[in-house]
Every structure is written in C-alpha cells, then in structure tokens.
C-alpha cells in the first residue's frame, strides 16, 4: 500500500514537471512576446525599486522627527573680551558654542568645555514659569540654583529668533560679567520644581546670590576663594558667569 502511493506521487511529480516546460517552449520560440514581457517586467521592478527607496527615506524622516526633540538649536558667538587690547585681532576672537533645547516654558543649554582657555562644561536650565536658573556645573558635579535674571535671558520665542539669526553666519558680540556667590545649601529641591528636581536629582545643590546684594560681599579677598567660570549665552551678548564658593 505504502509502494503505490509513493509510486503515484512521483508520478505526479513527473507529470507537473512536464507541464510548466511545455508551457515554457513557446513563449521562449516567439521573438516578439519576450522583449515586451521584459521591458515591463524591467518598468516594475524598478517602480518597485522607486517605492522602496521613497518608503525608505519617508520612514527615515518620521524615525528622525520621533527621536529627536522638536526644539533643539546649535549656535556659537564670538566675542570681544577686551584682552586683545587697541588692536583687536579679529581672527582670534574666543567664542561660546552651545546647544539649547527650548520650549514654551523652559530652556535648556549644553555648555561644551572650552576649547583654548579654562571654564567648566556645563547645563544651565532656565525655568521660566518658576523663575529660577539653575547651574549644574559637570566638573564638580553640583548644582547652583539662583533666581531668572529676566534682563539677562530672553524669552523663549525670542531666543529662536536669536539662534536662527546665530545659524546664518558668525555672530559678534561682546562679554558681560557676572559676580555670583555661593549662600547656602539647599537640603529639599522639591520645592524648585520639576525641571530642576530632575537635574539636580542625587546632586549637592546650593543657593546662590549676585556678589553686589551680599553685604560686605566685596571686600572678600579673591584670591583665597574657591572660584570657577562658565561661558555661556541667553541673549545678545556673552556671560561670563563666575561662581565662588565662601
Ligand atoms: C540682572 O543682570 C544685570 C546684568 O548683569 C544686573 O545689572 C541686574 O542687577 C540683574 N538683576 C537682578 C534682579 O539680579
């Protein structure tokens, strides 16, 4: 029983092969129907081909879109220190690059550590609904929280109009100082908001105050503090943020 009904199967296996090269013979005999078949066979393939590729790169743009955070600016502006003295020399001016995330509410600035002199990487957040900065410095890996300068950082709108205007070619500008001391640590950040919890979240975080309101601010000596630097920019010009701690 087993014998005939193998024996029956590859019978039929023999028969189905005989099928399709009858089929074959005379399409590959007529010289017409070939060329025709191919140059349409040859139209798919590569609308095939077009449909891919605009799936591939349509599907690339929406991948891009999704990872990538909608409002996110690179910009880097020169700016005259007053170091170079009368003459200034205008192929060496330092500048600041940074990278900013902006949305309606808060920004965010990546600080690169700077090439060609000190100062310290950083991320500065400016929390416009609570009106709060907070440093968080990456060398030491601490955070310095003091109140929006509002005279100092623009709002959110304008800073995009300020890096659209950055991306169209080298921005020169001069350099602002500021004077900030360290006051007191801050033991509960809870109550500096969301933004800021979560980037000095397991950091040592402290108050701080501009040197001109702390009394007597000014007649500390300089040279016996623990001082650092960070370059950055929130409007027009460069700030020169120096933070010391007593
Ligand atoms: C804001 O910054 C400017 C320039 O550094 C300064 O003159 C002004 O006193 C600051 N305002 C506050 C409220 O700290």
Redo the contacts with the bound molecule.
Sequence with gaps: MVKIAFNAALAQKGLGKEVPSAVKDPELAGPLPPSEGSTGRCLLTLLGIAFILSGLIVGGACLYRYFTPKRLYHGSMQFNDGSSGGEAQPYYLPQVEEKMEISDNMAVISVPPPRFRPGDPAYILHDFNRKLTAYLDLTLRTCFVI?L?T??VLPPQDLMDLFSQLMSGSYRSYL?Q?DLVVTERIEDIKPLGFYIRRLCDGKETYRMQ?RDTVQGGGIVKRAAQDCFTIRHFENRFVTETRICKP
């Design positions: 109140p300068n005279s100092v602002v500021e501009r």
